[in-house]
């Protein structure tokens, strides 16, 4: 594909990501560029190349940049320059950004039709339930965060603080996440890495008896919460929850976004966080791998009874292990 056709197939795509719901993207060019619909409808088909000068008032509009544009059209570079886009700074950084390019992504997804998110992960517990729980989400930023910067540890978790930063967008995601149908596939051994975790930390003594107390409480409810939601299939606000239990290993964790105008996906990252990529090729490539692990899995939301109550009974047994 030649450089300048990729330029037109991701304006193509920004203006339709741009439109709110229940407007056209033909409306959303006009408003930017005057020209007839048909015009219009022929340049969003991709029979009629965009002008340069159209092209520099769109990404004026939508605040694109042209020069960041051109540069992700040559695909032998592409994934070089989002790689090395990844250094920035402390692990506490890199999850605030993190989070924020999600809770973005989120907002423009619920202005579209049909939003949904889907969850495939080996390790990762949903996020709309773990940042509710203060001991949790510490104890999640604080292992990981003995891992990355391991020139500061070892650290005892109870002189371990959370940035109010790194707080009040967690808060800000769960609330965004809580709004959106999901689709989560998990393996059948949800909560055993998270409880091996908090065992290993409280044998070196970074986790106190006390903080561990807390931790199991916490989780027992956390647990309590994600399976009153599953006997209904639908969250607290009323959205959707698919709930699978994959039977087949899991050997990484991606979050597909999903509405009716654009498709993206991250890629776990550092433990905490989530590197998003907008290629479409690949796009596809991890959505049909995700419909094919929901093939090998069981749905234990609404249906699926029996497996559901084996689930979580295995689950408290992680737990009542601690």
């Not at 969003?44 to 540069?71: A, Y």
């Not at 808060?171 to 975790?197: M, R």
């Amino acid at each position: 594909m030649s450089v300048m056709k990729n330029i037109f197939e991701k304006i193509i795509q920004e203006l339709k990501q741009n439109t709110t719901l229940g407007n056209n993207p033909v409306e959303t060019l006009i408003n930017i560029v005057p020209m007839s619909k048909e015009a219009a409808y022929r340049r969003l088909r991709g029979e009629i190349d965009f002008s340069f000068n159209e092209i520099v008032k769109i990404t004026q509009r939508l605040n694109i940049s042209l020069d960041n544009l051109i540069e992700k059209t040559h695909e032998d570079e592409r994934y070089d320059k989002e790689l090395a886009s990844l250094n920035l700074g402390s692990l506490g950084n890199k999850c605030y950004q993190s989070t924020e390019e999600l809770i973005s992504l989120l907002k423009i997804m619920k202005k579209k039709e049909n939003p949904h998110i889907f969850a495939l992960s080996n390790i990762l517990l949903p996020f709309a339930y773990i940042y509710k729980y203060d001991t949790m989400a510490k104890f999640r930023l604080y292992r990981w965060t003995c891992q990355w910067e391991d020139e500061v540890f070892p650290q005892k978790m109870e002189n371990f603080i959370v940035a109010d930063s790194i707080h009040d967008i967690k808060t800000k995601l769960c609330k965004e996440l809580q709004t959106i149908a999901v689709s989560y596939v998990c393996q059948p051994n949800f909560l055993n890495g998270f409880i091996h975790d908090i065992k290993y930390f409280q044998r070196i003594n970074l986790v106190s008896n006390e903080e561990v107390g807390k931790l199991k409480n916490e989780t027992f409810s956390f647990l309590d919460d994600l399976e009153r939601d599953l006997i209904t299939g639908k969250s607290q606000a009323g959205s959707r929850i698919s709930f699978y239990v994959c039977n087949t290993s899991l050997d990484s964790s991606y979050l597909l976004l999903k509405c009716n105008e654009f498709e993206t996906f991250g890629i776990r990252l550092f433990g905490l966080t989530l590197h998003f990529m907008k290629d479409p090729k690949i796009t596809s490539e991890i959505k049909n791998w995700i419909q094919t692990m929901i093939k090998h899995s069981t749905l234990i939301s609404v249906s699926g009874e029996k497996q559901r109550f084996e689930f979580f009974k295995k689950q408290r047994e992680f737990i009542n292990a601690l």
